[in-house]
């Protein structure tokens, strides 16, 4: 359980530096950079487009987990779950609906969100250790459905069969997967942009006061249950997205896409980039994902090591840190 | 004048302890009433249940005229019902103006506002200036709320407190922690609380008891002992034997 206490003493100097430092760069800035860097990695290895679609949708997934775990303080293992949702019910509504994007993609958040402010109903009562106990008790009774209804999910092999029509009718996926790559990352993109919108917003002060201090929030007449309710349904309605997103450039979910060793791996990757800036989130993820890429095709049984060695680095040596020894060595060849 | 605060026989239990015995007092506008008694009198327990932290096993409590009992935390503040803390309950990172901020936004209710920038509210940022510069903390405004001297940290309490622009206002124990040289700015900021607005303070300084309440509520092992102005108080055998001592 170190990954939570990890999770928790990372969060706080992470909403800190946030908070304490007023709001200087606008919030279409960082998700400009996102595209921009984005394109250019598309451009640049056009025969990975494969790796970059999964950076993208990964690095959304983290970000929905940002808002719950590093703004609004709330340490959770079950976020697979919103995922998860989201993926099958859009990979079911292609398969025996419509196989637009565009509608999947909608259907995809619907399920998220509407998961999240089911579940969040019951589990935002509670807090601290029991709270990310119920997270889990959530995703695994969600996996264990998922693996009986059959009929609907394809159970343990999976849900298939589906073939995504053109994007806005134009675009069909190709099998690079060059529209896969572009349709993914413009959604993160925008919802990069509205998560910085939202954490920049009174409501998103309000929840990292929450964070903060729930007694003092609850003393300044905010309604603590409704906002955290609000921002964690929100994460489920990005989470939602991912999944659709994952369904549909994958045209396959699987059962490990509800799994507890998504959710940790998630966790994870929250970690490595920082939690509580958004921005950490799309690093770690992006760092996770090419690192997970790189080792498990030299050694594709020990990669895990490799990532537990980082993590630990990361944890005993912090990014800040770093940061700070490296600025005091550049001040000092001056 | 009209009653902005009364409370009707509020009880409380805590398992076997009785912590709040049949408390009734009423705050009418430009009341100081000060709440004293010896340590485990339930001075914090009463305010809690006033302020709606906890509820009382029975026994009502009325805000400005309407039933208020059932009314959650939130509820109350909307009400115009402000608390502060004993031991100060802040947001340690934020930037001590940020802070100022969130109350004014939370008083406005635009804390359900999700799109535009919390830097888009001019008004209430130089809202925020003045608070801050009122209690002579304009020069830490972009400090983090944690680096500030304890002292320091107990004027944010109270500044919160006011930006919220109460009608009734619940001190918990303003002045405890804090060095005795630092509390002017506290003492000029008790002293220069609107008149329209009802004061309880709980407070163990019996100086600041005596010098800035008109009336004066002793409570011993939860019951109320007496009531009255803070010379009738000084004057009470029955006071000076449970709490003054000679």
Redesign the interface.
């Known amino acids: 359980m170190n990954t939570i206490t990890t999770t928790e003493a990372l969060a706080?100097?992470a909403?800190?530096t946030a908070?304490?430092?007023?709001?200087g760069a606008p919030?279409w800035r960082a998700p400009l950079v996102v595209l921009v860097l984005g394109a250019a990695a598309c451009a640049l290895a056009p025969d990975q487009l494969g790796l970059m679609t999964r950076i993208f949708i990964t690095a959304l997934l983290v970000l929905s987990l940002d808002l719950v775990v590093g703004v609004a303080g709330l340490a959770t293992l079950g976020h697979a779950a919103l995922f998860g949702v989201g993926a099958y019910a859009a990979g079911i509504f292609a398969l025996q609906v419509h196989p637009d994007p565009l509608i999947g993609l909608a259907v995809g958040i619907a399920a998220g969100a509407g998961l999240a402010l089911l579940s969040g109903a019951f589990l935002l009562r509670y807090h601290g250790f029991t709270f990310l106990m119920l997270t889990v008790a959530v995703s695994q009774i969600l996996l264990s459905l998922a693996q009986r209804a059959r009929g609907w999910t394809g159970g343990d092999d999976g849900l298939s069969g589906f073939v995504m029509v053109p994007l806005l009718g134009r675009f069909e996926f190709d099998l690079e997967g060059r529209v896969a790559a572009c349709y993914a990352l413009a959604v993160l993109v925008v919802l990069f942009y509205v998560a910085r919108?939202?954490v920049?917003?009174?409501?998103?002060?309000?929840v990292?006061?929450i964070h903060?201090?729930p007694?003092?929030m609850?003393?300044?007449?905010?309604?603590?249950f409704r906002?955290l309710w609000?921002l964690y349904t929100v994460a489920g309605a990005i989470a939602g997205a991912a999944g659709a997103l994952s369904a549909q450039t994958n045209a396959v979910v699987g059962l490990d896409s509800l799994s507890f060793a998504l959710s940790a791996e998630l966790l994870v990757m929250l970690i490595l980039g920082g939690a509580g800036r958004l921005t950490g989130a799309i690093v770690g993820a992006t760092v996770f994902t090419l690192l997970h890429h790189t080792a498990a095709s030299i050694n594709p049984y020990h990669w895990l090591f490799v990532v537990g060695t980082l993590l630990m680095l990361v944890v005993v040596v912090s990014p800040a840190k770093v940061w700070a020894w490296v600025r005091r060595r550049a001040g000092g060849v001056r | 004048m009209t009653t902005l605060l009364d409370v009707k026989k509020l009880d409380k239990r805590f398992g076997g302890l009785h912590v709040t015995r049949g408390v009734s007092f009423s705050l009418k506008a430009g009341d100081r009433l000060a709440l004293i008694g010896p340590n485990g009198a339930g001075k914090t327990t009463l305010v809690n249940q006033i302020?709606g932290?906890m509820s009382p096993d029975s026994g009502e409590i009325w805000l400005r005229g309407d039933d208020a009992t059932r009314l959650?935390?939130?509820g109350r503040?909307?009400a115009g019902l402000?608390?502060t803390?004993q031991i100060t309950?802040?947001?340690?990172?934020?930037?001590v103006q940020?802070q100022v901020?969130?109350?004014l936004?939370?008083?406005e209710g635009?804390?359900?506002?999700?799109?535009?920038?919390?830097?888009a509210?001019p008004t209430l940022k130089a809202e925020a200036q003045d608070i801050l510069a009122r209690f002579g903390l304009r020069a830490h405004a972009?400090t983090?709320t944690q680096d500030l001297a304890y002292g320091d940290q107990r004027l944010i309490e109270m500044a919160?407190a006011l930006a919220?622009r109460p009608k009734v206002l619940l001190l918990d124990e303003p002045m405890a922690g804090v060095p005795k040289g630092d509390g002017a700015h506290l003492l000029a900021a008790l002293d220069s609380l609107p008149s329209s607005l009802a004061v309880l303070i709980i407070e163990h300084d019996m100086d600041l008891v005596f010098r800035f309440a008109n009336r004066i509520l002793v409570l011993a092992e939860g019951a109320v002992l007496a009531e009255g102005t803070p010379d009738e108080i000084r004057r009470d055998p029955k006071v000076r034997a449970a709490y003054l001592g000679n």
């Open positions: 706080a100097p909403a800190a908070a304490a430092a007023p709001r919030a919108r939202l920049g917003s009174p409501f998103g002060l309000a990292r006061g903060e201090n007694v003092r609850a003393a300044l007449g905010t309604p603590v906002r609000v | 302020s932290v959650n935390q939130a503040v909307r402000v608390r803390f309950t802040l947001a340690p990172h934020f930037a940020r901020e969130l109350a936004f939370e008083r635009l804390t359900g506002r999700m799109w535009r920038s919390v830097d509210y972009a983090a919160l919220l």
